[in-house]
């Protein structure tokens, strides 16, 4: 009886210490506050990173291109490369802040084969860019935006996946810690449940 006694006890106590260390780590996770960051391209122009580098961000995704060359559907003239891309992350990673790349899509299809000419293009061009990433940086980002020419759901989603999968292959874009490369999928939608539709979807 006693031994059992102190079986139960002894379960007891474990318990009672799993449920302190979850709760005292849910604390901890409720005071840490959001880590701020700001996305940049050519559209801003000349920042002034001593500035960004001295306030409360703490980190930066700056734009490497827009679709592949001349295929963007708004403002068509600032297409491919963006010419203030080496500019902003010199200037952002002197600052102290850490740094990401990002490409914004011009996705154009109609027909899956299109779809994944088009993602390569476009892939090939951020890579040309980028050229590799650092220690330190970021994973390179994707930025999804609405308008898309000619293009249903299911060949977007094959669309983001192409390009996704030509960046996370090339040895260049390897982290140089892990030596793997992971993309994140930014989705700015007019309508929110489709973005996170496509969320769900696209993995």
């Not at 914004?104 to 084969?113: M, S, T, V």
């Amino acid at each position: 009886m006693r031994t059992r006694q102190t079986a139960i006890g002894a379960l007891a106590a474990l318990i009672a210490a799993s449920l302190f260390v979850a709760m005292t780590a849910s604390a901890q996770a409720a005071k840490r506050k959001p880590v701020k960051g700001i996305d940049v391209s050519r559209f801003q122009g000349h920042i002034g990173w001593n500035q960004v580098g001295k306030s409360k961000i703490r980190f930066a995704y700056v734009a490497a291109s827009r679709g592949y060359g001349r295929d963007c559907t708004v403002v068509a003239d600032e297409c491919g490369r963006d010419p203030f891309f080496d500019r902003n992350y010199r200037k952002a990673k002197e600052a102290g802040l850490r740094v990401g790349a990002y490409h914004r899509a011009f996705a154009a299809g109609p027909d899956r084969g299109d779809a994944k000419l088009d993602a390569r293009r476009e892939a090939n061009r951020f890579i040309a860019v980028v050229g590799k990433v650092r220690r330190n940086d970021l994973r390179p980002a994707l930025d999804v935006e609405y308008p898309f020419r000619r293009l249903e759901e299911a060949t977007l989603r094959v669309w983001i996946r192409t390009w996704v999968n030509r960046v996370e292959n090339d040895p260049r874009l390897a982290n140089p810690t892990s030596m793997q490369t992971s993309v994140t999928v930014r989705f700015a939608w007019r309508s929110r449940s489709c973005a996170r539709s496509m969320r769900r979807r696209v993995r």
